[in-house]
């Protein structure tokens, strides 16, 4: 069972910022219970609140995570390493010979993404998508702490909260390669990405379009992303 102030923290990864108003809608709090819920956050650093003046009545806060608070959701950087390390020891010159700069990170991303997805692409054949889907947004879950997905009227996505390659590029371009290659070596699928961007939010989509439903609702019907509850611990505070 994670606390309010774990939930809280959910929000603001996936809002980017909030209100105590929207906090406490969202969770079915009283608004005094979010604020002082907030406000204890900030006091330990997790969260920053800002003032911010409405054009009539008393200014509001808008809240956002700090640093400390964006390092409860750890990215699996070693795991990223070992992988690259290993692959970087089966390579032969002829691999790369006559190769530029940017195609040897496209071979070595391309390379990297088939060796993750081969380890556990066995275990998927065979199943329905949305079972592919669930887990394969679990296993980005593991490798950066908070993915999820959900089904949508053209088939299903895939929300990354917490990308591994955020801090690494400043334009992402190889993450993004990295993740889309991964994704369709282990869904065997068709996948388009986009970087959703919207102040302290920055969130990795990838979408799949379902060539069964035909613009119909897929059968599957999740009212929510099957990963929230895999989050559960991975946000570790004082209750």
């Known amino acids: 069972m994670q606390s309010s102030k774990q939930q809280i923290l959910l929000l603001l ?10 906090a406490a809608g969202a969770l079915s709090l009283a608004s005094m ?16 609140s800002e003032k911010v003046k ?40 002829q691999d790369i010979e006559g ?6 990170r496209s071979f070595m991303i391309r390379r990297v993404a088939e060796r993750l997805a081969g380890e556990h692409r066995k275990g998927l054949q065979g199943r329905p998508l949305d079972e592919r889907v669930a887990a394969t947004a679990d296993l980005l879950h593991k490798i950066g702490g908070f993915a999820e997905w959900l089904p949508t009227e053209q088939g ?27 994704l369709k070596c282990l869904l065997d699928y068709p996948v388009t990405h986009e970087v959703v961007s919207d102040g302290q939010l920055r969130c990795c ?26 989050t559960e611990g991975r946000v570790a505070i004082d209750a």
């Open 33 to 48: 219970t979010a604020r002082q819920h907030l406000f204890g956050l900030e006091r330990d650093g997790l969260v920053q």
């Open 54 to 93: 409405r054009p009539t009545g008393r200014p509001h806060y808008v809240f956002r995570l700090t640093p400390k608070g964006e390092d409860l959701f750890p990215r699996r950087y070693d795991l990223l390493a070992k992988l690259l390390l290993d692959e970087l020891g089966s390579l032969s010159p």
């Open 205 to 230: 989509r990838y979408i799949l379009v379902s060539q069964q439903t035909n613009g119909a609702a897929p059968a599957q019907t999740a009212s929510a992303p099957s990963s929230i509850g895999a």
């Open 99 to 104: 190769l530029s700069s940017s195609e040897k």
């Open 13 to 22: 990864k996936r809002a980017g910022s909030i209100t105590v108003e929207e």
């Open 156 to 182: 299903f996505e895939i929300r990354d909260y917490n990308c591994i390659f955020a801090r690494i590029s400043s334009d992402n371009e190889s993450g993004c390669e990295w993740h889309v290659s991964l």
